[in-house]
């Protein structure tokens, strides 16, 4: 891990773009050699989160689900302090780590 902490790496795109099958794939490519944890922002449920989960990327303990309660870029553009707790909350459980996977949620308006 480096001075500044985990690295963070966002992962976005519009629904169905397969924003959760590449960080599931990230995760299993890099978890051998690297302390990975992962963010996934979805409106009302954690059901991204869940699929990693069931998806086996990593332990459940190394995956948060937040629930932005609204558009969901707004917790990475406008104001990500969701997040950042988020962030503070992972790294204490796990100070090792070396990598933060940040899923943004899907939002086909953002892409049009």
Known sequence: M???GPLRIGIGGPVGSG???LTASLCKAMRD???IGV???DI?????AD???HMQALPSDRIMGV???GCPHTAIRED???NLRAIDELNGKHPDLDVIFIESGGDNLAAT
Not at 44 to 48: A, G, H, I, L, Q
């Open 67 to 69: 629930e932005t309660g």
């Open 80 to 82: 990500a302090s969701i």
């Open 2 to 4: 480096s001075s500044n």
């Open 51 to 53: 699929a990693l989960v």
């Open 44 to 48: 009302y449920t954690r059901e991204d």
């Open 19 to 21: 924003k959760t099958t």
């Open 33 to 35: 050699e690297f302390s």
């Open 39 to 41: 963010i996934t922002n």
